[in-house]
C-alpha cells in the first residue's frame, strides 16, 4: 500500500531563513509522482511543486525546491528566503501508477510558522 | 478563468438531514474525485470518477454517494449525515491523460458541521 508521512507536526523558522519540511514515502510503484500542496488559514489547496520518480534532477520552483532522494524514500520540501505569507499547512502527496492513478495519497501536514 | 467551484463552502446540519455538496469544473477534465480533510489525518480520497457515468469507491467510501450524469459536475451526497462527517471537503478535478504530474485542481473547499 501506499504512503505517505510527514513526522514534523509544527515548525517555526524565522523569516528570511530556508527552511525543510521533511516527507517520506513508501510504494512498489516502479513509476510515481510526488507533490506538494500548501493550505493557508483560508483553507484552499494550492500546488508548489512536482517530481517524477524518473526526474533525474530535483524540481525547483521559484523559492520552492524538492530534495529528492529515492533510496531513502525522501522528497523534503525546501522553501528558501521564508516570508511571513509562507506560514500555512503544507502537504506532501504522491500519486502512483496502478489502478486509481489520479488518487493522491496525502501525509499528516505539517504546518509552518514565519516569525518576523 | 479555469477553477472549481464547490456549494455550499459552509453548512452546518443535523444529523439525519440528506444534503448534497455540488461540484462543477469548467476544464473540460475527465477525472473528479472527492477528498475529506481530517485534523493529523490529511486529505483522503472518497469516491473518483473517470468519466461519465463511470464512480468508483476512494478510500472512505461509507456514508457517501456520488453521481457523474455531465462531464463537468460530480455532487457528493450525504443521504443520512453522521457527527463523524463532520469534516473540510475538497472537489478535485484533473485531465486523464496518464502523465503522472498533472495538476488536479482544487475547489476552495466545503465545510460541513453535522450536529
Known amino acids: 500500500a501506499q504512503k505517505i508521512t510527514q513526522t514534523q507536526p509544527g515548525m517555526f523558522v524565522q523569516e528570511k531563513e530556508a527552511v525543510t519540511l521533511d516527507c517520506t514515502y513508501d510504494?512498489?510503484?516502479?513509476?510515481?509522482?510526488l507533490f506538494w500542496y500548501k493550505q493557508p488559514s483560508s483553507g484552499e489547496m494550492i500546488f508548489l511543486i512536482y517530481?517524477?520518480?524518473?526526474?533525474?534532477q530535483n524540481a525547483t520552483e521559484g523559492r520552492y525546491s524538492l530534495n529528492f532522494q529515492k533510496a531513502r524514500k525522501s522528497a523534503n520540501l525546501v522553501i528558501s528566503a521564508s516570508q511571513l505569507g509562507d506560514s500555512a499547512m503544507y502537504f506532501c502527496?504522491?500519486?502512483?501508477?496502478?489502478?486509481?492513478?489520479?488518487?493522491?495519497?496525502f501525509g499528516q501536514g505539517t504546518t509552518l510558522q514565519v516569525k518576523p | 478563468e479555469a477553477q472549481v467551484t464547490q456549494n455550499p463552502r459552509y453548512l452546518i446540519t443535523v444529523t439525519g438531514k440528506k444534503l448534497t455538496v455540488t461540484c462543477s469544473q469548467n476544464?473540460?477534465?475527465?477525472?473528479m474525485s472527492w477528498y475529506r480533510q481530517d485534523p493529523g489525518l490529511g486529505l483522503r480520497q472518497i469516491y473518483y470518477s473517470m468519466n461519465v457515468e463511470v464512480t468508483d469507491k476512494g478510500d472512505v467510501p461509507e456514508g457517501y454517494k456520488v453521481s457523474r450524469k455531465e462531464k463537468r459536475n460530480f455532487p457528493l451526497i450525504l443521504e443520512s449525515p453522521s457527527p463523524n462527517q463532520t469534516s473540510l471537503y475538497f472537489c478535485?478535478?484533473?485531465?486523464?491523460?496518464?502523465?503522472?504530474?498533472?495538476?488536479?485542481?482544487f475547489g476552495p473547499g466545503t465545510r460541513l458541521l453535522v450536529l
Open positions: 517530481q517524477g520518480s524518473y526526474d533525474q
Open positions: 478535485a478535478s484533473s485531465l486523464f491523460r496518464g502523465s503522472m504530474g498533472e495538476t488536479q485542481y
Open positions: 502527496a504522491m500519486r502512483g501508477d496502478s489502478g486509481n492513478t489520479g488518487k493522491l495519497i
Open positions: 510504494t512498489s510503484d516502479p513509476s510515481y509522482g
Open positions: 476544464m473540460n477534465h475527465e477525472y
